[in-house]
């Protein structure tokens, strides 16, 4: 069996630490703040489910400890550190996965000229959206419009929800992220991605068994981390002063 240890303990890593214990020899379990480089001689992997804050310093530490990182999304907080975490990871001939889970659904949505996504009720502020919500949004739509220019960003609102629009070359797509709202629901122009079935564990498996694209991988997160850094200035401007 893989031996694996994990890093952050919160509620995800606990979702993730179920999942990886029915297939893989799980050698430690730790927090952000404990000490856990002296554990690392003992795993192939390294699980990092931490505050997004402290994602860069942890990563970058298991790396250059040479093991191979599942990291929760978003892989930091910019396009900027993110690519040295994966140059790093190239350098060194080691493997590096950003949590993609939504790509392990099949999707039939269709994209056209003028889209709506919308996602509600969820826990979570306004301020995590892009990374708790959108950044999931934004790989799926990747092949999408990964090639197109960005040419506004019109915020809508950013008090009650997060709305706002993004008009590329030749589509737009309004954005509708509510917290607030009575149920869950997520729809892109009407389809609903929300699956009833649990992807988790083919995901992780597939990932530490070294079954998956990690090129891919590397476009879609550096993609949405750039998107977000585009967005951030633009939605939340004058918010926090």
Known sequence: MVK?????LGYWGKILHSKLEKFCDIKFTCNSKDTYLDKLKDVDW??????NETHYEIVKKCLWFGKNVFCEKPLTLTYDESKKLFRLADMLGLRLYVDDVQNWRKYDFKITKNNLLERRKQD??????????AYHDFYVLYKYIKD?????????DNKNTLHF??????????FIYDLNHNQREHYINGYDLIGKDDIIPKMLSDVISE??????????SLFSN???????SKLFEGVNE
């Open 4 to 8: 694996v240890g994990i890093i952050g």
């Open 46 to 51: 390294v699980v990092i489910s931490t505050p």
């Open 124 to 133: 979570g502020s306004l301020d995590d959206v892009l990374y708790m919500l």
């Open 148 to 156: 197109l220019d960005i040419k506004d960003i019109e915020l809508i």
């Open 165 to 174: 629009k993004v008009v590329f070359d030749n589509i737009d797509i309004e």
């Open 211 to 220: 079954k998956v694209d990690f090129e891919y991988n590397k476009k879609i």
């Open 226 to 232: 750039q998107f977000i850094d585009k967005l951030n």
